[in-house]
C-alpha cells in the first residue's frame, strides 16, 4: 500500500494546478505565434503542459512565470 501512495505523491507533484491548466488552455486556444520560454518554443497546451510536468517544481514555476510574461505582450 505505501508504494500506491508514493504513487499518488509523485502525481501531484508533476501535476499542474487547475488555475495553471486553465490559464495555459485559455492562452493557447486559437495560437498562431508561438509562447517562448525556457529556451523552448511552444504553440500548444500540450506542448507547454508537458513540457512544464517534466520539469522540476521550481524550475517548472519559472517556466510558468515565463509564459506568463510572454503570452501578455
Known amino acids: 500500500m505505501?508504494?500506491?501512495s508514493?504513487?499518488?505523491e509523485?502525481?501531484?507533484e508533476q501535476a499542474l494546478s487547475r488555475p495553471q491548466r486553465r490559464f495555459l488552455r485559455r492562452i493557447f486556444n486559437g495560437r498562431i505565434t508561438p509562447i517562448a520560454?525556457?529556451?523552448r518554443s511552444?504553440?500548444?497546451y500540450k506542448?507547454?503542459?508537458r513540457h512544464l510536468q517534466s520539469?522540476?517544481?521550481e524550475a517548472r514555476e519559472e517556466?510558468?512565470?515565463e509564459i506568463r510574461e510572454n503570452a501578455e505582450q
Request: proline share 0%; no cysteine; net charge negative.
Open 2 to 4: 505505501k508504494s500506491g
Open 42 to 44: 511552444f504553440l500548444t
Open 55 to 57: 520539469l522540476a517544481i
Open 63 to 65: 517556466a510558468y512565470r
Open 37 to 39: 520560454a525556457a529556451g
Open 47 to 49: 506542448e507547454a503542459a
Open 6 to 8: 508514493t504513487m499518488t
Open 10 to 12: 509523485e502525481t501531484e
